[in-house]
């Protein structure tokens, strides 16, 4: 079946270092990929998404490319800051069940200054 | 507007007992999903309700059964609860009409199973 699989944490990184979270799937069909996060004490909230091959999600400074030829959508981001500690969940849905989401484990980031 | 809101959010159950647990979804938003938490298998889908209709459901046995109501407000029922029922219960709501996958979450209802 469908699944995800995403770097294990904590990562811990300080202010302004490059951030790279591995995710890679296994999906049968074109599945939707999503980068979700959770800051401490609050819900899930999506972070990016791609719909296709080639598609680049971008928000708040992260980016992931959806790789269908590696099967990877790895989030990135330049220059990290304090307030991007929080936990990220990559996450598929298939095209039939878009709301029927399956996320990896999660990784923990936490930024120092 | 207000968010997704998910009451308890904390309970204690014993084993053998039922819970129900609440969820309002965000203000026009026809579906509602639900997701359970725990730390050795993450987050698994349970079900998805749209329109008093469950769409899609989980690999999940019979004891976790849900519905939803015409205001689009849900809720989710476990019976028989056994020790491993004991997670964070998220619920998330989206429009429902052209779905992106992109889901509000609630901060969840922790159960805990004695």
């Known amino acids: 079946g469908n699944s995800v699989t995403q770097m294990e944490g904590p990562v811990t990184l300080s202010e302004e270092a490059f951030l790279t979270i591995n995710c890679t799937y296994t999906a049968t069909g074109y599945p939707s990929l999503f980068w979700y996060v959770q800051y401490p004490g609050e819900g899930l909230q999506l972070l990016l998404k791609?719909?296709?091959?080639?598609d680049k999600g971008s928000n708040k400074g992260f980016e992931a490319t959806y790789r269908k030829e590696t099967t990877s959508f790895h989030l990135e981001k330049g220059s990290v800051q304090v307030s991007d500690s929080a936990v990220y969940f990559c996450?598929?849905?298939?095209?039939?069940?878009?709301?029927?989401?399956?996320f990896g484990t999660g990784t923990l980031l936490a930024v120092q200054p | 507007k207000a968010g997704v809101t998910q009451t308890p959010r904390y309970l204690i159950k014993t084993r053998g007992q039922q819970v129900t647990l609440s969820c309002s979804p965000i203000?026009?938003?026809?579906?509602v999903s639900w997701y359970q938490q725990t730390p050795g298998q993450g987050l698994q889908f349970l079900f998805e309700?749209?329109?008093?209709?469950?769409?899609n459901k989980g690999n999940f046995p019979g004891r976790f059964s849900g519905r939803q109501f015409s205001n689009s407000r849900s809720e989710m029922n476990v019976s028989t609860l056994e020790l491993g029922d004991s997670a964070l219960y998220l619920c998330?709501?989206?429009?429902?009409?052209?779905?992106?996958?992109?889901?509000?979450f609630g901060e969840g209802s922790r159960l805990t199973v004695l």
């Open positions: 309700y749209f329109s008093e209709t469950q769409r």
């Open positions: 996450a598929l849905s298939d095209r039939g069940a878009t709301n029927k989401l399956i």
């Open positions: 203000s026009g938003h026809r579906s």
């Open positions: 791609a719909t296709k091959a080639d």
């Open positions: 998330a709501s989206s429009s429902g009409q052209t779905d992106t996958g992109e889901l509000f």
